[in-house]
Nanobody
Framework: QVQLVESGGGLVQAGGSLRLSCAASGRTFSNYAMGWFRQAPGKEREFVAALTRSGATKYYADSVKGRFTISRENAKNTVYLQMNSLKPGDTAVYYC?????????????????WGQGTQVTVSS
């Protein structure tokens, strides 16, 4: 089992920045590819970003490319999502997730473990 706890959400004005963190515990963090997802009210959960076990390769949804950056520190068992140039459309609950074996994690599929989420609200 892997436990994931997100933090760093909050209320920010459009154009502002936030950095989300996701702390992992339970198993060897570096064995897992990690991803960030979000779910806005009334909408389905959508893939935001993912990165490999080492963090060397990163993947982004088109909607956040160039504004969001995913990263990880394996020594701290933590994955981050730096969000810049935020828009009201980025308002959602953001979740981190982990997978040890999915071949399609870069497209948002096959994640085994999920956090409880952190709310991000962007005001106009």
């Amino acid at each position: 089992q892997v436990q994931l706890v997100e933090s760093g959400g909050g209320l920010v004005q459009a154009g502002g920045s936030l950095r989300l963190s996701c702390a992992a515990s339970g198993r060897t963090f570096s064995n897992y590819a990690m991803g960030w997802f979000r779910q806005a009210p009334g909408k389905e959960r959508e893939f935001v970003a993912a990165l490999t076990r080492s963090g060397a390769t990163k993947y982004y949804a088109d909607s956040v490319k160039g504004r969001f950056t995913i990263s990880r520190e394996n020594a701290k068992n933590t994955v981050y999502l730096q969000m810049n140039s935020l828009k009201p459309g980025d308002t959602a609950v953001y979740y981190c997730a982990a997978t040890s074996g999915s071949k399609t994690y870069s497209k948002g599929f096959g994640y085994d473990y999920w956090g409880q989420g952190t709310q991000v609200t962007v005001s106009s």
